[in-house]
């Protein structure tokens, strides 16, 4: 089993590393969470040493088979799975169907991926917007939620770093689902804000020029060569630019963006973080890929640096 993957279910597509359920409609968050292996409850113990209990902290614990998943301080207070789910029902309205969802590095991070219900037509094209929902169970980090918005055509990840928009913020386990659900609302209204300046952001890169030398160069700086790298390094980095040269001159799915301009190569350099295949695959390369839909893709976010510089 992968290190990182420990349960999950996916509609329609084989999961990462042939692990978990595959189903083939979305479910509701009940189905969700038993095909995602979620249904257990986080349990706050006591921790003892020989020499007594110590003092300011707890062990959060999994219901289902005693695992410890961290330690965390009294003043912790725990978001359950159940709670997850809830939130994003709120968010979304009863009925909502999820797309995905897991329990990571043996259930001390888990996440649940939603289509939010309205899709946009921005420059022409489709462009659906997820929710992506992350909480660690380990006291390692908050409660997480992100807009990442997918072009439809080709499931190519679009969640550039705006200026003038937010995309994703961050809740403190506080345990009052009360309160989350008063933040959703906030979360709705950000992903509005956030398409629409997605939008306004697009219309602008295509109307950007970019000639073909430049383009090269943009690739060049999003692949560098480090000094003194060794004859196959350079070999193949070389191999990963032509990939995304290729991506952005001759890729099918974007003939339709026109030429030369910094929408179609935002664009090549998402189709190329997103689907290229790395010279060397980790064991861990699909969840980090994954986790990089909420957390931001550096290679989309220097990509549109450039090309907004």
Known sequence: MAAFVESMFSVREKPWHGLGTIVKE???????????GLDWEVVQSPIFTTHGKVEGFKANVRSTDRQVLGVVTDRYKVVQNTEAFAFTDSLLGEGVQYETAGSLMGGRKVWLLARLPREFIIAGERISPYLVFSNTHDGSGAVRVAVTPIRVCCNNTLNLALA???????MIHTGDIRGKIHEAKQTLFMADQYMEALGREFERLRKQKLSDQQVREYIELLLPVEKGASHVTVKNVKKLRNDMAMRYFDAPDLKNLGNN???????AASDFATHAEPIRRTKNYQENLFMKTYEGNPVIDKAYQLVAA
Request: proline content about 4%; glycine content about 0%.
């Open 164 to 170: 003038t928009a937010q995309r994703s913020f961050s």
């Open 261 to 267: 301009n910094a929408y179609r190569f935002i664009n």
């Open 26 to 36: 979305a479910p509701d968050s009940r189905e969700a969470l038993r095909l995602a």
